[in-house]
């Protein structure tokens, strides 16, 4: 294995959703969800080995001080998409979805729901954190199942075994119940591991309703908003916010297989939508 394939170790960032949209079928049983490992392919394994190995909370201290500056530039959210959109997986010419279909599969299938403006919008920008891919970030710093650092792993966590090499693991403070918080202190004050999430969180957080942010911020959370991990730590608030994050995450998973959308077609309603929110530009 080469220097480059080991740092990512996945053909594409899609791998991971869909080994995450595997393990979740919706023809499954609770039992197996929890056995995924048959799903599961060598790169997506390898992935979350450096993923669990390498998000420590030095780490996600660090690359919060790096990225959440804000200072890579200005850029419309069509830019973003856009810039998103050059990472092409060249590797597999029968999944051509690109970047921004899957953005748009997910918003059209909110939006023929009826839900809220807001709801499709949340839909439309979801990933667009995966522009950290674009920075030189290794996947295991983009994607990936998202956990709280700083007090025990929760063995809702995808292969938790794999754990064992992070450093925190080792440091017994890391490792109680509670870690470095207070007993329901709200995720607001929780570090999770650092991917996609919490960097398109803070770059839109200004202008959305709250339910929206934390459909950003929490969506691959899954131990929490899938299986109910956490709570010890999330208050109230956090709580009700979740039925939102919960109602959002099937139209992340199962709309892949929907229709192509007619991005052209489409492509008006979106302008509107991300105007009526958004400046015309943004610090990324
Ligand atoms: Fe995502
Ligand atoms: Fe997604």
Known sequence: MNTSQSVQPMQSLDEWDDFVAVRYRQDKTEDQFRDYSTDANPGVTEFYRQNHAQQTVEFVLAARTEFLKLNRGKKSIWEAAEYL??????????????????????????????????????????????????????????????????????????????????????????????????????????????????????????????????????????????????RHLMNEHDEQMFEWVKKFNPYDLYSKGADRPNFKEVKPYYEDLVAEFFPAQLDW
């Open 85 to 230: 959109n050059t990472l092409v997986d060249d590797s597999d010419p029968d999944t051509d979805l690109s970047q921004i279909e899957h953005l748009l599969q997910t918003s059209e299938a909110i939006r023929k729901d009826g839900h809220p403006r807001w709801f499709v919008l949340s839909g439309f920008i979801h990933d667009l954190g995966k522009v950290l891919c674009l920075y030189g970030q290794p996947q295991w710093a983009v994607v990936g199942d998202t956990f709280p650092v700083g007090c025990a792993y929760s063995d809702q966590i995808v292969f938790p075994e794999f754990f064992e090499a992070n450093p925190d693991s080792k440091v017994p403070e890391y490792q109680s119940l509670y870690g470095i918080y207070e007993p329901r202190c709200g995720l607001d004050n929780v570090y999770l591991s650092w991917g996609h999430d919490e960097y398109v969180f803070n770059v839109t957080k200004n202008y959305l309703p709250e339910p929206a942010q934390y459909i950003l911020r929490y969506h691959s959370f899954y131990a929490a908003h899938k299986h109910g991990a956490y």
